[in-house]
């Protein structure tokens, strides 16, 4: 035995392998010091040879039903308290106790200890501590009943029954709670990777979905601009989607290692290429690259995210010849400020806008930011419309004689 076993055995758990169940027995043989009475009483005392063998015989059946149910509880563990083997092995071991106690005196009370902490270890929590009183309370009855009866010897058993059977229900209820709190933390595990995992999803679908886009579309333009001869603006293209895959890679890898937050800055110059390859007319207000007052780095991130998104589903899906950017500052209901970012296009357009991957990611990563997504037509119906909003952390001073500037009203 040495302290690497001590340490690997945790509270509650089974043991695993043999050192483990010898140091479990060590510390149960701890309590065995209450059998020192009941041995004393059949080596130091003179009874009749008839007796000593009933009184042998009775504490070899006794200690029999304790490793029982002790050896029970260690091979099915601690969510076993109504097993009906375990409960008729605590019975028989309160008549063994009874038994002895009647036939060979008050020396015999100490094995009703063993039975109140059997009692506080077999029952349910909620019936375990009455339980070990009521094993007490007729300890006291036996010990004022039995032959040569002794005051002194029913007081110190009474007491260590109670006081280890009430510990033992205590443990008991400790092991559960230390057990669902292992559970508690293997769901949260579970719930981190699971979380990571749609992390990971989400970033990969936008950098890829973005980056692919492009990537395809340059290739078109330098195949036609090969076929016509064209080599300087087709290696002008080859260039950049050399720049685009170079960048794909680092943002793959930022991505991966969770520290990429895009900038609206950054994104808008992006999204102004990969409009302008394929042939799509951008009107970007300039405010979307300034700074913003109160924009912290997370809600800057999923508007980032938000704008990537939207130009890459206008380049996939939309047939759109003009795509049109604004943020502002509007103020909600309760007298806060937040930040809208609108992107308009002039494709065929949806009726309503349809789940998927790209909607759903957005959503779930502006509601992290506290902020929220509107998806659907545009005005009249025509084209498609993408509205991401964050709330801002801090408000700004508003100038004098003046409202607010540029702040709009939803």
């Known amino acids: 035995m040495d302290l690497k076993d001590l340490g690997a055995l945790r509270m509650g758990q089974p043991p695993e392998n043999h050192r ?26 003179r009874h009749p040879a008839p007796v000593l063998v009933a009184g042998w015989t009775l504490l070899a059946v006794f200690l029999g039903l304790y490793a029982t149910l002790v050896l029970r509880r260690q091979a099915l ?29 008050s020396n015999w009370l100490t094995l009703f200890s063993y039975t109140a902490i059997a009692t506080g270890v077999a029952l349910l929590p909620q019936y375990a501590l009455p339980g070990v009183a009521a094993v007490t309370g007729f300890l006291i009855v036996v010990g004022a009943t039995c032959p040569a009866p002794s005051v002194y010897a029913t007081a110190s058993a009474a007491l260590s029954a109670f006081l280890g059977g009430a510990a033992m229900s205590g443990l008991q209820r400790m092991i559960r709670t230390m057990q669902e709190l292992r559970e508690a933390r293997a769901a ?4 981190a990777a699971s979380d990571e995992r749609l992390r990971m999803a989400r970033d990969l679908h936008d950098l890829l979905g973005h980056s692919l886009s492009l990537i395809t579309l340059k290739s078109e333009l330098t195949s036609r601009f090969l076929d016509q001869e064209r080599y300087q603006d087709a290696r002008a293209q080859v260039a950049d989607i050399e720049r685009v895959s170079r960048q794909s890679l680092v943002d793959v890898r930022e991505a991966i290692g969770g520290y ?5 800055a950054v994104e808008i110059a992006a999204v ?15 405010a979307v690259a300034d700074g913003h007052p109160g924009l912290g780095p997370d809600e800057e991130g999923a508007l980032g995210w938000a704008l990537r998104e939207s130009v890459t589903n206008i380049i996939r899906h939309s047939g759109a010849r003009n795509c049109t950017i604004r943020i502002a500052e509007f103020l909600v209901d309760d007298g806060s ?24 990611g957005l959503v779930e990563r502006l509601a992290l930011a506290g902020g929220a997504l509107e998806a659907g037509p545009g005005p009249r119906g025509r084209g498609f419309r993408v ?8 408000p700004a001073a508003a100038p004098a004689g003046g409202p607010l500037a540029g702040t709009v009203h939803p």
């Open 188 to 191: 949260v595990a579970a719930l």
């Open 20 to 45: 483990q169940r010898v140091v479990k027995l060590c510390w149960m043989s701890l309590w065995m010091v209450y059998l020192a009475y009941p041995i004393g009483d059949l080596v130091g005392t």
């Open 77 to 105: 563990g601690q969510n076993t308290p109504w097993n009906p083997v375990n409960l008729g092995t605590l019975g028989g071991m309160f008549a063994v106790a009874t038994a002895a106690c009647y036939l060979l005196g």
């Open 337 to 360: 400020r937040s930040l809208r970012l609108e992107v308009l296009d002039d494709g065929v357009g949806v009726r309503r806008a349809e789940p998927g991957n790209g909607l759903n």
């Open 260 to 264: 990429r937050r895009p900038k609206l």
């Open 387 to 394: 509205r991401a909003s964050v709330p801002l952390r801090a």
């Open 272 to 286: 102004r290429s990969a409009l302008t390859a394929a042939d799509i007319a951008v009107d970007a207000d300039p």
